[in-house]
């Protein structure tokens, strides 16, 4: 993958085409009796050895760049989506800061309300009790509408019935969906540091 990046694909790009889809595929395996956990867990980490690679080689963003956080909720352990929403926001020029997984719904409104970002990200991969699940998104969504934050939704938990009960700025079904979507807050200048 980081061949493919110092080839000219964007971190986004193989988040999206190489990545995201190689998961996938490792979950049909599993499904089907085909992969071993061990074999998820290995990948997992790899992945995430890579992605921390990828900062390496990004530009670097502007220290007044806008803020964008996000992670999981609590029964939540996925990791992987949301390091790579905040590999592929940094790409784009914002100061994103993933707070990993299984937060607590009272301290990710904490973090909001002290960190005060323009854009806040929630990866929902698994959910042990929808009730308790929209109990704490509610207090997300309670720190969120107080400041005027726009809320980006996504994750494989997410189905048509449960997003009724949701109230978010959008929806995103890939990385670069939520790309777009944040590229629409930024100002004509990516936020990034010049190299010249």
Same mark, same amino acid.
């Given at each position: 993958?980081?061949?493919?990046?110092?080839?000219?694909?964007? +971190?986004?790009?193989?988040?999206?085409?190489?990545?995201?889809?190689?998961?996938?595929?490792?979950?049909?395996?599993?499904?089907?009796?085909?992969?071993? +956990?061990?074999?998820?867990?290995?990948?997992?980490?790899?992945?995430?050895?890579?992605?921390?690679?990828?900062?390496?080689?990004?530009?670097?963003?502007?220290?007044?760049?806008?803020?964008?956080?996000?992670?999981?909720?609590?029964?939540?352990?996925?990791?992987?989506?949301?390091?790579?929403?905040?590999?592929?926001?940094?790409?784009?020029?914002?100061?994103?800061?993933?707070?990993?997984?299984?937060?607590?719904?009272?301290?990710?409104?904490?973090?909001?309300?002290?960190?005060?970002?323009?854009?806040?990200?929630?990866?929902?991969?698994?959910?042990?009790?929808?009730?308790?699940?929209?109990?704490?998104?509610?207090?997300? +969504?309670?720190?969120?509408?107080?400041?005027?934050?726009?809320?980006?939704?996504?994750?494989?938990?997410?189905?048509?019935?449960?997003?009724?009960?949701?109230?978010?700025?959008?929806?995103?079904?890939?990385?670069?969906?939520?790309?777009?979507?944040?590229?629409?807050?930024?100002?004509?200048?990516?936020?990034?540091?010049?190299?010249?």
């Amino acid at each position: 993958a980081l061949n493919l990046y110092l080839g000219g694909r964007s +971190v986004t790009q193989i988040c999206d085409e190489e990545l995201a889809s190689s998961f996938h595929r490792l979950g049909v395996g599993w499904e089907h009796g085909e992969t071993e +956990v061990y074999q998820e867990r290995r990948a997992c980490e790899i992945c995430h050895h890579l992605l921390y690679g990828f900062r390496g080689f990004l530009p670097s963003v502007s220290p007044d760049a806008p803020l964008a956080l996000g992670g999981t909720l609590s029964d939540d352990p996925y990791a992987l989506a949301t390091a790579m929403v905040e590999v592929c926001l940094r790409e784009n020029g914002w100061m994103a800061e993933s707070y990993g997984t299984g937060l607590p719904g009272e301290t990710f409104a904490a973090a909001i309300r002290h960190r005060r970002p323009r854009l806040v990200w929630l990866s929902v991969s698994s959910i042990a009790s929808e009730a308790a699940f929209l109990r704490q998104y509610e207090t997300v +969504v309670e720190a969120v509408e107080e400041l005027g934050v726009a809320l980006v939704v996504g994750g494989r938990a997410l189905d048509d019935a449960l997003r009724r009960e949701m109230s978010y700025a959008t929806f995103c079904q890939t990385f670069a969906h939520v790309v777009s979507f944040a590229t629409s807050f930024l100002p004509s200048s990516s936020g990034r540091v010049s190299e010249a």
